[in-house]
Every structure is written in C-alpha cells, then in structure tokens.
C-alpha cells in the first residue's frame, strides 16, 4: 500500500517540476518506476513497460499544464506544432526502439542522458542567448500584456524537433529538458513561452510514442491510472507556480535529483554489464 502512495506522490512530484521548467516529469516517472518495479508488480518492470507507462502519463500532465498555460496566453501554438511535425514521427520511431535496450545498456544509456540533460540545466542559468538574426521572426502577447519576440529558422527547428522526438520516444521523457533549452539559448524565446510551449509538444509527441507502446503491449495501465491524479494536479500546479514564480529554487532541486538519479542509474547499468 505504502508503495502505491509513493506512486501518487511521484506523479505529483514529477509533474510539477516537470511542467515549471517543461520537461513533463517522465526523467523522474521511469527511474522510480525501475527502482520500485518488484515492490509495485512483483517482479522488476521491463525498462520498453517503464517508458511507455511513463509516455502515457505523460498525456495527462502535459494536457494538465498546456491548459494552464493556454489561459495564461504563453503558449506558441505556431512554433509547437511546427517542432509536431518532426518531434512526433521521431517519437514513434523511438518508442519502437525501446525494445532494443535492455538491462545494464539501458540503464547506463538513461544514466550518462540523465547526467547531460542535468549539467545542461546547470549551464542554461550561466551561457547568454545567441545574439542574431533568424529568418523567421515571432511576437507573442503574454496574459500580462508582455510583448515577446524571438526567431528561429525553420529547418534547424525540425531537425531539432526530430531529435527531442527520438530521445522522447526512446527513453519515455517528455524531450523539454532539450527543448526548452534550446528554445531559450539559440531562439531566445523567453523561458516561460519555452516551457508553456514545450508542453504543448509534449503533449502532442507523447500520444504518438504512446500510440507506438499500446500496440507494444509496452504500458501497464493500472501504473497509468495510480500515476495520473498526480500527474493531473501536478501539471496544473506546476503551470500555476510557473506564472508567479522565478521557479529558481526548484529547479536546482531538479538539477540535484537527475544529477543523484543518473549517478544511481549509471552505477547500476554498470555493474550488470
């Protein structure tokens, strides 16, 4: 029983984090579920289950927070469902890749990913946006009534929805630990309109991968139904705190969890080797 509340509370915990800063908690949904898979099911979770489990969750946290967003006029309808394009493709193929991994591979590929996506949060805080001119110009009106302008170009924007898709759909995350990242450093999109926005692609590249790991027989729906209260709430209230907080202090929470998960995962990948 004990276990099942941990279950509630990490999709609470996951998506909240995940929706300030636009990762979509799964980064934090498959490493919990690997550790506790004896405990919950009996035996250990199959890391292509794990994935698609967290995919599925994924639906409802970034479905949860895209709202919120949405009313908080944050979200680049436009910009979201260009990265669509090549992000969803790229996550159906991923999440059919899955499969291919398995045991000490999979988990010190997820460890060493973890540990890059950590150092490249620590680093978005220190490296200033590229200075200079895209092809394509954006200008956004926030709730507030900020004026926002940003640019990309467009072929650099799909291969880079391409990439987020495959690594979304391979390891079962929502891919915003690249995309907001990118969007903020390269595109200089504000980091509220890249993290509501990467939501957004969340939620549309999770329903592809997760399309992908139902015809797998890759998802444990009775995971999906303990994780998604949680992820409901967490989503909502992530957006919400996102729109009046800095979210400063959590994200370095987040920075120290992936940086302690993918320690822990590495080790572990390493010893089954």
Same mark, same amino acid.
């Given at each position: 029983? &004990?276990?099942?509340?941990?279950?509630?509370?990490?999709?609470?915990?996951?998506?909240?984090?995940?929706?300030?800063?636009?990762?979509? +908690?799964?980064?934090?949904?498959?490493?919990?579920?690997?550790?506790?898979?004896?405990?919950?099911?009996?035996?250990?979770?199959?890391?292509?289950?794990?994935?698609?489990?967290?995919?599925?969750?994924?639906?409802?946290?970034?479905?949860?927070?895209?709202?919120?967003?949405?009313?908080?006029?944050?979200?680049?309808?436009?910009?979201?469902?260009? &990265?669509?394009?090549?992000?969803?493709? +790229?996550?159906?193929? +991923?999440?059919?890749?899955?499969?291919?991994?398995?045991?000490?591979?999979?988990?010190?590929?997820?460890?060493?990913?973890?540990?890059?996506?950590?150092?490249?949060?620590?680093?978005?805080?220190?490296?200033?946006?590229?200075?200079?001119?895209? =092809?394509?110009?954006?200008?956004?009106?926030?709730?507030?009534?900020?004026?926002?302008?940003?640019?990309?170009?467009?072929?650099?924007?799909?291969?880079?929805?391409?990439?987020?898709?495959?690594?979304?759909?391979?390891?079962?995350?929502?891919? +915003?630990?690249?995309?907001?990242?990118?969007?903020?450093?390269?595109?200089?999109?504000? =980091?509220?309109?890249?993290?509501?926005?990467?939501?957004?692609?969340?939620?549309?590249?999770?329903?592809?991968?997760?399309?992908?790991?139902?015809?797998?027989?890759?998802?444990?729906?009775?995971?999906?139904?303990?994780?998604?209260?949680?992820?409901? &709430?967490?989503?909502?209230?992530?957006?919400?705190?996102?729109?009046?907080?800095?979210?400063?202090?959590?994200?370095?929470?987040?920075?120290?969890?992936?940086?302690? &998960?993918?320690?822990?995962?590495?080790?572990?990948?390493?010893?089954?080797?």
């Amino acid at each position: 029983m &004990l276990e099942w509340v941990l279950i509630l509370l990490t999709g609470v915990v996951a998506s909240v984090f995940g929706s300030i800063v636009g990762l979509g +908690g799964g980064i934090i949904i498959v490493p919990v579920l690997l550790l506790l898979g004896v405990q919950l099911t009996g035996a250990p979770i199959p890391e292509a289950t794990a994935v698609g489990t967290s995919l599925a969750v994924l639906i409802v946290t970034a479905l949860a927070s895209s709202m919120t967003y949405a009313k908080q006029r944050k979200v680049d309808f436009r910009s979201a469902w260009l &990265l669509f394009i090549t992000s969803g493709p +790229g996550a159906m193929l +991923g999440s059919a890749l899955t499969s291919a991994f398995h045991g000490g591979a999979f988990q010190l590929s997820f460890g060493i990913f973890m540990l890059l996506m950590a150092l490249l949060l620590i680093m978005r805080d220190r490296i200033k946006p590229a200075q200079r001119s895209w =092809p394509i110009t954006r200008t956004l009106t926030d709730g507030a009534g900020a004026v926002h302008e940003y640019g990309y170009s467009l072929p650099l924007l799909l291969g880079i929805g391409l990439l987020v898709g495959l690594v979304s759909g391979l390891f079962g995350i929502g891919g +915003g630990s690249l995309f907001v990242p990118v969007m903020v450093l390269l595109f200089r999109f504000p =980091p509220h309109v890249a993290t509501a926005t990467s939501m957004f692609v969340i939620f549309l590249s999770s329903i592809s991968g997760s399309v992908v790991h139902g015809a797998m027989g890759e998802i444990d729906w009775l995971l999906v139904l303990a994780l998604a209260p949680g992820a409901w &709430l967490g989503g909502k209230a992530g957006a919400w705190i996102a729109g009046r907080m800095s979210g400063s202090a959590i994200l370095w929470l987040l920075r120290i969890t992936l940086l302690v &998960l993918a320690v822990r995962l590495i080790w572990q990948g390493t010893s089954q080797l």
